[in-house]
């Protein structure tokens, strides 16, 4: 009993040092293959309007009700106080520092890391990828390189608007809905924001995108199991994508804050 | 042409394309390779046979070091796939076309750019030779005109053959054929033999096939090798081997449930060689 309940753990362990040991692998492989020719400029622009462009309206409207429901919410709350004028502050720091780089990573990692888990993944299922590695072409390089490469710069520009939006959405709620004074909001809102807030907001942005798309790429590279191991590697990617971002979210404001 | 394939074959043993030595593979404890040796010529078509799950796929795919071997060595004129960095061995494999067993054409594009993919990425060439090479290339697979079709518009067999005509755009000197012609009807299947024999007379190139269909392997080979439990079990040319009183052959060729090729007796080898690990 005991034997087999320390196997299970043992199993797990195995197969979490795995994980971390491949995505590890993969990322040294980006290192070593990204600055190499042949440079693919068509493709790498198709993957940054997948990863970005197209994933405008589901950022824009997840920062807007994110930057209403929290106008809301601390509007209920501070109102209990007489602090209201901090309303536009909170709604600021929040969505800069914490909440659009976070929210916008996790819903892009559901959009985007599935798609490129399935794709490579079903790609290594019917031997796409050996196909390429026989016409002589890396896969890491030609697959991976440009989809995480779109993936780290487009997120953070993706969080500048998320920020514009879930402000502007905050801002909405408190002078149009509740009545607050609309230059006092807008005072309080820049008050207490450092430009370091933002640019803090958008250094974790590049590490969450640069974390989802390797976590995704190492899930879709190492599937096995035909149409069923493609499900797997796709729900497998945005678990572990969500979880790894909400982990280094926690490290990184750690250590950049 | 004076000298007929199988002549030119013998003149050239001595000086193999591809060699392979004491070749080991194993998966999971399952030993799938057992110590395979195996040589090819330059310019011979050796035909590699055995019942499905014997390895045949792994072995091809250690030819080309899209795997990597236990132990044991693969020599393409004479250089080491694995003593290479990753560039030398990229570098080594533009000597090779791979056709695939489902065809494996990259489904985010068209048959045209599928085939166009080697000519892009092997060197420089302009718009008008990559589009020359491309028709060129399926006017040889019998299939003109099917250039701005998506690789699933098509059929089993048609698959097989842009897989042809990519694995030949960039003329490479050896080209692998994994089961090209399983799953289709006995007329496309005599289609792919012919489709691998115009190649063979246009390109001359080094031919190793995959199958388990033994008219067809008559057909292309030159010389047939069959692989079973890990091991190259006979070798030589078709005739010898369709007329070989060897029981393995024999039970291969006649196409027989019972005897040293069963499933179950390459079962039983498997378990006795994990158990012995």
């Known amino acids: ?257 | 042409m004076t000298a007929s394939p199988r002549n030119r074959s013998a003149q050239a043993q001595g000086q193999a394309k591809l060699q392979v030595r004491n070749l080991r593979k194993n998966f999971g404890g399952h030993v799938v390779l057992d110590g395979v040796n195996l040589s090819v010529a330059a310019g011979e078509s050796l035909v590699i046979v055995g019942p499905s799950g014997t390895g045949k796929s792994v072995l091809l795919k250690h030819l080309i070091a899209l795997l990597r071997p236990d132990a044991g060595e693969v020599f393409v004129d004479g250089q080491n796939f694995w003593e290479l960095d990753g560039v030398g061995r990229n570098e080594l494999r533009k000597k090779f076309g791979m056709a695939f067993q489902e065809g494996a054409l990259f489904d985010s594009m068209s048959v045209f750019d599928n085939i166009a993919f080697p000519l892009r990425r092997t060197g420089r060439r302009s718009p008008a030779e990559v589009r020359a090479r491309v028709e060129e290339c399926l006017e040889l697979v019998q299939l003109p005109d099917i250039g701005s079709k998506r690789p699933s518009e098509l059929s089993g067999g048609m698959r097989r053959r842009v897989g042809f005509a990519r694995a030949i755009a960039h003329k490479p000197e050896i080209l692998l054929f994994d089961e090209p012609n399983t799953g289709l009807d006995p007329i496309m299947t005599d289609i792919i033999a012919e489709v691998i024999l115009g190649i063979r007379h246009q390109m001359e190139p080094t031919i190793v096939t995959i199958t388990h269909h033994i008219p067809s392997a008559g057909k292309i080979g030159d010389r047939l090798a069959l692989l079973f439990g890990g091991r190259i079990l006979f070798e030589g040319p078709p005739e010898e081997f369709l007329h070989s009183s060897d029981p393995a052959v024999r039970q291969f060729v006649e196409g027989r449930a019972e005897g040293p090729l069963t499933v179950e007796s390459e079962r039983a080898r498997g378990k006795t060689i994990s158990e012995a690990r």
């Open chain 1, 1 to 257: 009993m005991i034997v087999r309940f320390l196997e299970t753990i043992g199993r797990g362990i195995i197969r979490f040092l795995e994980q971390l040991g491949r995505f590890f692998w993969m990322l040294g492989r980006i290192l070593v293959w990204a600055p190499r020719p042949p440079y693919d400029a068509p493709e790498w622009v198709r993957q940054m309007v997948r990863v970005g462009v197209d994933s405008i309206p589901l950022v824009f409207l997840t920062t807007l009700f994110t930057g209403m429901v929290l106008a809301l919410q601390t509007y209920t709350g501070f109102a209990r106080f007489n602090a209201q004028s901090l309303v536009g502050a909170v709604v600021a720091l929040s969505l800069t520092r914490e909440l659009a780089p976070v929210l916008s990573a996790l819903m892009v990692s559901g959009r985007v890391g599935s798609a490129m888990a399935a794709e490579i993944g079903s790609m290594r299922v019917t031997e796409q990828i050996d196909a390429l590695e026989a016409l002589a072409t890396e896969p890491v390089q030609y697959l991976v390189v440009p989809r995480v490469f779109a993936s780290t710069l487009m997120l953070p520009l993706l969080v500048v608007m998320g920020d514009v939006v879930g402000m502007y959405g905050g801002y909405f709620v408190s002078v149009q809905l509740l009545g607050a004074n609309p230059v006092t909001y807008y005072d309080s809102s820049f008050e207490f924001l450092d430009m370091e807030d933002f640019t803090v907001g958008l250094a974790k942005a590049a590490v969450f995108g640069l974390i989802l798309s390797v976590v995704a790429c190492v899930r879709g590279y190492h599937t096995e199991g035909g149409a069923e191991g493609v499900g797997r590697a796709t729900t497998q990617a945005v678990v572990v994508g969500s979880l790894a971002i909400l982990l280094a979210d926690f490290f990184l404001t750690r250590l950049l804050f």
